[in-house]
């Protein structure tokens, strides 16, 4: 089994910075893709960034510019740092990671969600 611990949720004003980390743990043999979603009340959960395993990144449009997301392969730790808030990506934020854990399984993983809240 592997656990995946968000943190770096919180309250910020417009134009604010937030960072998120999500640490993986557990049987883990190599990790492919990490990313986040995020999920606003009475919307579907939707894409914010994600990381594969060779390094390349993609961002929903609505981010592209103002959040950046890296990876500490030696920490299993996916970061999302979050510039420039608006009230609109005020959501509950999750990780996502695609993780090996023997040769033959592959699994994928979510946290347990991180609130966001910017202010206007």
């Known amino acids: 089994q592997v656990q995946l611990v968000e943190s770096g949720g919180g309250l910020v004003q417009a134009g604010g910075s937030l960072r998120l980390s999500c640490a993986a743990s557990?049987?883990?043999?190599?990790?492919?893709?990490m990313g986040w979603y995020r999920q606003a009340p009475g919307k579907q959960r939707e894409l914010v960034a994600m990381s594969t395993g060779g390094g390349s990144t993609n961002y929903a449009d609505s981010v592209k510019g103002r959040f950046t997301i890296s990876r500490d392969n030696a920490k299993n730790t996916v970061y999302l740092q979050m510039n420039r808030l608006r009230p609109e990506d005020t959501a509950v934020y999750y990780c996502?990671?695609?993780?090996?854990?023997?040769?033959?399984?592959?699994?994928?993983?979510w946290g347990q969600g991180t609130q966001v809240t910017v202010s206007s």
């Open positions: 557990g049987n883990i043999f190599s990790i492919n893709t």
């Open positions: 996502k990671a695609v993780i090996r854990e023997t040769t033959f399984v592959q699994r994928q993983y």
